[in-house]
Nanobody
Framework: QVQLVESGGGLVQPGGSLRLSCTAS????????MGWYRQAPGKQRELVAA???????MYADSVKGRFTISRDNAKNTVYLQMNSLKPEDTAVYYC?????????WGQGTQVTVSS
């Protein structure tokens, strides 16, 4: 049974940092393309960052230079380090594990950036 479990969300002040984690079970984690998405109230879910099985990364323009995605295949975990957080980063953050014909989502973790 495939399962993704996110953690690390919470309330942080503008300019602060958080690190999200997403731990996978039931899959050969190292071969999966992993992505972090977010969905703010009233908005569509959007891709924030992604990392390939080989470690190549990509970022949405809105988070470039502030967020860093990484993976630890030994721990079946993908991370999202978020620095210089802004109120507009407030959203539920989801991780997604993908292969060409397979996609699995986590349950999401809330990130709120507010003073």
């Amino acid at each position: 049974q495939v399962q993704l479990v996110e953690s690390g969300g919470g309330l942080v002040q503008p300019g602060g940092s958080l690190r999200l984690s997403c731990t996978a079970s039931g899959i050969i984690f190292s071969i999966y393309y992993m992505g972090w998405y977010r969905q703010a109230p009233g908005k569509q879910r959007e891709l924030v960052a992604a990392i390939t099985s080989g470690g190549s990364t990509m970022y949405a323009d809105s988070v470039k230079g502030r967020f860093t995605i990484s993976r630890d295949n030994a721990k079946n975990t993908v991370y999202l380090q978020m620095n210089s957080l802004k109120p507009e980063d407030t959203a539920v953050y989801y991780c997604k594990a993908s292969l060409p014909n397979i996609a699995t989502w986590g349950q999401g973790t809330q990130v709120t950036v507010s003073s």
